[in-house]
């Protein structure tokens, strides 16, 4: 019982306690909460380096702390009762930089990770079926005829039930039928990240463009979108960006009004 | 301009616009030039200010050491200002031999503004070496007056021409809306293209980051001189000097993140698509390796104060808090470094049902690292406040009602932070970013505030004990070197996202880049660009402080042969 009290006041092996629990908490714990999932292992890195870090100035800031931390590292080094201990660990860690290292190098079926740009600076101009049309500043033109809105909405249902509900899915949340066959998945206009975040005139400009139109910036990108200009008019595409806006409950990004007028 | 127009133009501009250098081709060699040469720009324009209020420190409070600091300081400017003029030459020569047509557009606007800065560039220099070589012989009565006055003269000329370096560049990343491609530029008034929209808030950011960057090189320096001193005499000098370095840099650092932000609107302002390809394109990924770097600058440079408390009597009571510090840091650090946008194999990106975590996904947005930074500003400032106060006793009558209102101060701050970062997430866009202001105001009330309560606090307090200048483990002082290699890392990849946002653009819209390297570099590449230009500049610095050191040493020891307490040159 003493053994285990001291071994909990002691340094190194809080340390090591809470490099485990929050190992434990970010690969198992976070998978667990309702609707949430596995946390990608560039984020485990990521997150276990920074509590590396934090720990590593925990048990050294202090110079009583630091001595009693280095205790047990020097004692395995060192000490003839320990040496079982010493050869061991002298096997045991190049076996698991050398597994790591396989891990990393080794031949996989599945494509390597991407860094994807999910939301490439858009063009100031495009064309819009040969038509020049300036994005800075654009607004939904549907928007400004409020009675008609219900309408607007309705037509816009329409369009992306015929449209878009293959891929984007029936909750607008990127799981229709056909995204699993994707990648990238088809967007989630549910997600606080996308559409919420972006101008009606960003929208726009992706629906009618769609993965032929994107800009080199995010390649790898092999995003299956169609160009929806080839078979939508601009007021079907201004229609569906409305409903997609309505139907998740998401206000459009606003463009900010700055003193010499210039939006 | 259409396709065939393009090409032509670069037929035509082939030959005479663009030259190659040899090997790493033209591109890497300016680069490599113009960030060697900002890098000790920094440092000669940030070094001056905080010396100059040195000296007046030593002056009004008649503390010599403060004096032999601010020399020392100096002394460090003069071998690293040779170094700046030099790679100042390297990149003018590399731009007029390498990019002559784009030299001469920019020297068709600007060449009065040219002119006046190699004027001011010597009168700089002569000012300096006044300021001195004449530190020893005008250092009583008026004359010590007139020596300062020289000091604020060398950062009023190296000011301005930092101004004017300034108003190049900015230029290029946002030249006058009336500014066209047709536009004959021996027409574009001077004033009117050095005036542009990010001129100013340029100014700003790297006047404050110059003095982060100058204290944080210095307090690099010190650390090295104290690693390798020989009597506890010169221990506890560059003790305090790592000290002083250290603190110059995180209280201007504290404030820079206010000048990056107005910058950052700036340029939103000026050109939406700039601006997402900055935070929001390609290169939102920097700003994911910022946040981690400018984590680690957090952690290490309270690690040094709370190492530091180690040599102060008294600071053992504040010792039980330091853990839970940290613990905010680290979680601030963690939430400010979760990228929105995952790194992630196609089948962790099919269980998360795309790039966003549907969990962590929340801590990716604005509202919760505006939050996490304000948190870990408010934190360090708390440590910074403990460590002030370890060897103090206040004795004024209203001591504790004092601390608690500097307590109640905190935890309003902390709540406002709190609040406006959770109501963050049920607000659109547009009155989020607004809410950011009032986050940055709270921690700037409570540190002004509890600043002010803290010196009042301080009048007639007693010591607890001296502080033990040079008692400092040598752990302490790798923290030093951390910080001073983060915050050049940091230049380096902060100035590549401002460069690299105007893509192939040598003008942003107005000059196109129809060289070779037109194409805007890959993160991997720029990281390794980036990382090349800090070794660079370090071994530079590293050489130039060593030779300082070769050329002061026999001082040093026959001042410590003779019992005094000088130390320095």
Not at chain 2, 513 to 541: H, K, N, Q, R
């Amino acid at each position: 019982m003493n053994g285990i009290r001291a071994a909990i006041r002691h340094p190194f092996w809080q340390a090591l306690a809470i490099l485990v629990i929050a190992f434990v908490a970010i690969e198992f714990g976070i998978p667990v909460l309702p609707d949430s999932a596995d946390v990608p292992a560039s984020v485990v890195l990521q997150y276990m380096v920074t509590v590396l870090v934090g720990v590593l100035i925990y048990v050294s800031d202090n110079e009583q702390r630091w001595t009693q931390f280095r205790e047990p590292i020097r004692a395995v080094l060192v000490e003839p009762r320990l040496t079982p201990v010493r050869w061991s660990l002298l096997a045991a860690v190049p076996a698991l930089v050398g597994w790591v290292a396989y891990g990393q190098v080794a031949t996989r079926v599945e494509a390597p990770p991407i860094l994807r740009s999910i939301h490439p600076a858009p063009p100031a101009e495009i064309t819009f079926r040969s038509r020049p049309m300036t994005l800075t500043g654009l607004e939904n033109p549907l928007r400004a005829v409020r009675d008609s809105l219900p309408d607007f909405v309705g037509e816009g249902k329409r369009i992306y039930y015929q449209n878009c509900l293959p891929c984007h899915g029936d909750h607008l949340d990127g799981q229709g039928h056909f995204a699993p066959g994707f990648n990238p998945l088809p967007a989630n206009f549910q997600d606080d990240g996308t559409i919420a975040q972006l101008t009606e005139s960003f929208v726009f400009w992706r629906i009618a463009k769609g993965g032929p139109g994107l800009p080199r910036e995010g390649a790898p990108w092999n995003s299956a979108m169609p160009a929806w200009e080839d078979f939508l008019t601009e007021r079907e595409i201004w229609a569906v960006i409305l409903f997609l806006y309505e139907q998740t409950g998401r206000r459009p990004r606003t463009w900010e009004k700055t003193g010499d007028g210039h939006d | 301009m259409a396709d065939g127009a393009l090409l032509l133009q670069a037929v035509v501009d082939s030959l005479p616009a663009y030259r190659e250098f040899p090997a790493i081709g033209s591109r890497a060699a300016v680069w490599i030039a113009a960030e060697v040469h900002l890098m000790f720009a920094a440092f000669v324009l940030g070094v001056p200010l905080f010396a100059v209020v040195a000296e007046a420190i030593g002056i009004f409070n008649k503390e010599d050491r403060y004096d032999r600091l601010a020399k020392e300081f100096t002394r460090l400017l003069l071998v690293a200002y040779s170094a700046t003029a030099i790679w100042g030459v390297v990149l003018t020569f590399f731009l007029l031999t390498l990019y002559p047509r784009f030299f001469r557009y920019l020297s068709a606007i600007f060449g009065p503004s040219m002119w006046l800065y190699v004027g001011l560039f010597f009168l700089e220099s002569f000012t300096l070496y006044l300021y001195y070589y004449g530190w020893e012989r005008w250092k009583q009565g008026r004359a010590k007056w007139a020596h300062w006055s020289l000091g604020i003269l060398l950062n009023v000329w190296g000011t301005i021409v930092m101004f004017i370096a300034n108003s190049w560049l900015t230029y290029m990343m946002s030249p006058p809306r009336d500014v066209a491609p047709a536009t004959d530029p021996t027409t574009i008034k001077v004033w009117h293209a050095i005036a542009n929209a990010t001129w100013m808030p340029i100014n700003v950011h790297r006047l404050i980051a110059n003095v982060v960057f100058g204290g944080a090189i210095v307090a690099a320096y010190a650390s090295y001189r104290f690693l390798a001193a020989r009597s506890d005499e010169e221990r506890a000098h560059y003790d305090w000097m790592g000290y002083v370095g250290n603190f110059i840099a995180i209280s201007a650092l504290i404030v820079l993140p206010f000048a990056g932000y107005w910058l950052g609107r700036e340029i939103y302002e000026y050109d939406e698509s700039m601006g997402i390809t900055m935070m929001g394109g390609f290169m939102s990924w920097l700003w994911v390796i910022q946040a981690f770097l400018i984590a680690v600058l957090f952690l290490a440079g309270n690690y040094y104060l709370w190492v530091g408390m180690e040599r102060i009597p008294g600071a053992e009571r504040f010792r039980p808090y330091t853990k839970w510090l940290l613990a905010i840091l680290v979680v601030g650090a963690i939430v400010w470094g979760t990228p929105h946008t995952m790194i992630a194999t196609s089948k962790e990106i099919a269980a998360m049902g795309g790039s966003h975590h549907p969990f962590l996904g929340v801590l990716g947005v604005m509202s919760a690292k505006n939050t996490a930074v304000n948190l870990m500003i408010l934190t360090t400032f708390l440590s910074f406040l403990m460590y002030r106060r370890a060897n103090k006793r206040p004795v004024v009558p209203w001591a504790r009602t004092g601390t608690q209102i500097q307590a109640a101060m905190f935890i309003v701050a902390a709540a406002v932070v709190l609040f406006y970062g959770i109501r963050g997430y049920f607000v659109e866009a547009i009155v989020r970013i607004g809410y950011s202001v009032y986050q940055v105001l709270a921690v700037l009330a409570c540190i002004v505030g509890v600043t002010v309560i803290d010196v009042m606090l301080g009048r007639g307090a007693v010591s607890r004990g001296d502080i033990q200048w040079g008692k400092m483990p040598p752990r302490s002082q790798y923290a030093l070197f951390i910080l001073a290699v983060t915050f050049t890392w940091l230049m380096g990849l902060m100035g590549f996202a401002r460069s690299g946002i105007r893509q192939h653009w040598h003008v942003w819209q107005v000059m196109r880049d129809t060289s070779t390297s037109a194409a805007t570099p890959a993160l991997g590449y720029a990281a390794e660009m980036i990382s090349v230009c800090v070794l660079i500049f370090l071994a530079l610095v590293a050489f130039v402080f060593w030779l300082g050191g070769l050329a002061e040493k026999p001082t040093f020891v026959q001042t410590e042969a003779t019992g005094g307490v000088h130390v320095g040159h």
